[in-house]
């Protein structure tokens, strides 16, 4: 997924007399148009999929509208949320958490069994949430995931009304940025059992514990608006009233609305990123979302099993891209160049403030080397007995970056490696990931952004047998790693950075998967907007301290 004290604001001091008794009297006009101006208006490229947490595939914005015990802050650091104070034990697998007076926002008390009810909720099988298993590590989680104990069994209770604790299987080191996940909050079990079916599949069937409510969303519609929530502990620090939310499918569409003042921000296209790339009001926010190729180790053709498990040919895919070329010219959104699997800006070294991107990186694996790409290639057509290679490539068709990405690879990898041949398979996103689950490829052109900020939120996938492994990478090494980062060294935070960096260092020599870059989106937003917080992992968008100027 220490704390942070909220940002303080600037308080404009009275310089006479004077001037305070003609604020007085005209602070009732001033304040209608003040809150007025206080409206933000966004664009959002899909509608919201859907607003019940347990079911929730990304809380990207509605971090805004639920809350956990946690929220996040600056850099991805946990901030003030629900909970007052919280202690751990110190095997670090107790956590106490006391819960301050904060109400839902149809006034209710929000209480400890709220807590309590939502986890279970979350993990009964029925529920079939996509993000369960965030949840490993916690008592019994593992087990109910697995469908061997009932989700009541999920260790966490409220012995009072104010009092959360939750029991862990063992330390989790990054379970106080977890806490922050509004996966992790609670529900109102009577409003859920008030709604029954209808609960959560429009705005007004659901409650909120954020600084903010949603309004006229239907479930499908293209506009809908996040409305300043009164019955927020903390409302006090919020300014905005209102955000508008509205679907704009293209960049182009994007900066109409923002030239006409519809819009107060917009993601750029790479045309637009070139243009406006000196202009005051260009913005770039990176996302810890790394674009990979992956390789099916199972491939069902013996021929091209065979040259997918040699190493040296997937060093030579890896060497033969020019990501440079890429990011600035095919894609010329100003991604980022991976140096490994895991995004910079993720997480840093707790001991010497060292991004764990940079301690990951494995010289001549993610660099383009074109003469070392060959040389890679040339050995491993010899140790494959192979003379050339035929490969299908699967792509979603449903943004146009993979596209360009699989075309760029097609026409790159004919260019640098003779004898490689490689046909895309471009289909709707769903179709490619259904394919991929079944292992019904031989690359796939895939992505994976950190659900929180801690170097597992990546390297957890390449474990052998996780249902995100899609190409079945396995390696005992990098196994006995991460299960020593998660187990032994858990409660050591050093030992089990360096448990990381060992794993991740394994996963870079091997290529398990080729990097291709980290997303970055490039906006517009208007210089009178202040106070956003985006962070590169889980709820990315904080408009809490949001004002306009």
Same mark, same amino acid.
């Given at each position: ?20 008794? !003609? ?29 019940? @947490? ?9 971090? +805004? ?6 929220? *996040? ?5 946990? $901030? ?18 006391? !819960? ?19 986890? #279970? #909720? ?115 620090? =919020?300014? &905005?009233?209102?955000? /508008?939310?509205? =679907? ?8 109409? &609305? ?11 296209? +790479? ?37 997918? /498990? ?16 890429? $990011? ?35 010289? +001549? ?20 007995? &192979?003379?050339?290679?035929?490969? $299908? ?33 471009? =289909? ?27 170097? @597992? ?8 047998? $996780? ?32 448990? *990381? ?6 996963? /870079?020599?091997?290529?398990? =998967? ?17 106070? @956003? ?17």
């Amino acid at each position: 997924m220490g704390g942070k004290t909220t940002l303080k604001w600037k308080r404009y001091s009275v310089i006479s007399f004077l001037a305070g008794i !003609l604020l007085l009297l005209t602070a009732c006009g001033q304040q209608n148009s003040a809150n007025q101006k206080q409206v933000l208006n966004l664009s959002a490229t899909a509608p919201l999929d859907t607003i019940d @947490i347990s079911k929730s595939t990304g809380y990207g914005q509605t971090g +805004n509208v639920f809350e956990s015990f946690y929220r *996040l802050g600056k850099k991805g650091k946990p $901030t003030a949320g629900l909970a007052k104070s919280a202690q751990v034990s110190a095997d670090g697998k107790t956590w106490t958490f006391k !819960l301050r007076k904060a109400n839902w926002s149809n006034g209710d008390r929000i209480t400890a069994q709220d807590f309590v009810y939502s986890w #279970r #909720r979350t993990l009964k099988p029925q529920t079939k949430s996509p993000y369960a298993y965030l949840f490993s590590g916690i008592k019994n989680a593992d087990a109910i995931i697995a469908g061997k104990k009932s989700a009541d069994q999920i260790g966490i209770s409220a012995p009072n009304q104010q009092t959360v604790v939750v029991k862990l299987d063992k330390p989790i080191a990054y379970f106080k940025v977890l806490m922050a996940y509004p996966l992790f909050g609670p529900q109102d079990q009577k409003v859920v059992k008030k709604y029954g079916k209808k609960y959560g599949t429009r705005s007004q069937y659901m409650v909120y514990s954020g600084p903010f409510v949603i309004k006229d969303w239907n479930g499908t519609g293209n506009k809908w608006e996040f409305v300043k929530n009164p019955h927020y502990w903390d409302h006090k620090v =919020v300014r &905005l009233q209102q955000i /508008n939310y509205t =679907v704009v499918e293209n960049p182009t569409t994007g900066h109409e &609305l923002y030239q006409q003042n519809k819009l107060d921000m917009t993601p750029l296209s +790479n045309q637009q990123v070139k243009n406006y790339r000196q202009s005051a009001q260009f913005k770039a926010y990176p996302y810890s979302y790394i674009s990979y190729l992956a390789y099916n180790f199972k491939d069902h053709n013996s021929q091209k099993r065979q040259a997918l /498990n040699n190493r040296n040919l997937r060093l030579a895919l890896s060497l033969a891209i020019d990501r440079q070329v890429l $990011t600035k010219k095919v894609l010329g959104d100003g991604s980022y160049l991976p140096k490994g699997f895991v995004a910079k800006g993720l997480a840093d070294d707790p001991q010497t403030g060292k991004d764990f991107a940079d301690q990951q990186a494995v010289k +001549n694996t993610v660099a383009y080397q074109p003469a070392l790409a060959k040389k890679y290639w040339k050995k491993a057509l010899q140790e494959t007995g &192979l003379k050339q290679l035929k490969l $299908t490539l699967l792509a979603s068709n449903d943004d146009n970056s993979s596209s360009v990405v699989a075309q760029y690879l097609q026409s790159q990898y004919a260019k640098v490696l003779p004898g490689l041949s490689i046909t895309i398979r471009s =289909v709707p996103g769903n179709n490619a990931l259904q394919k991929a689950q079944k292992g019904d490829f031989d690359l796939y052109l895939s992505g994976w952004g950190g659900d929180f900020n801690d170097p @597992i939120t990546f390297l957890q996938i390449p474990v052998t047998g $996780t249902s995100y492994n899609y190409g079945n990478y396995s390696n005992t090494k990098y196994d006995e790693l991460i299960q020593q980062a998660q187990n032994q060294d858990a409660n050591h935070a050093n030992q089990r950075w360096q448990d *990381l960096v060992a794993a991740a260092r394994i996963f /870079n020599q091997d290529q398990g =998967v080729t990097p291709i870059y980290q997303q970055v989106t490039s906006y517009l937003q208007k210089s009178d907007v202040k106070g @956003i917080i985006h962070n590169t992992a889980g709820t990315q968008w904080n408009y809490k301290y949001a004002y306009k100027k």
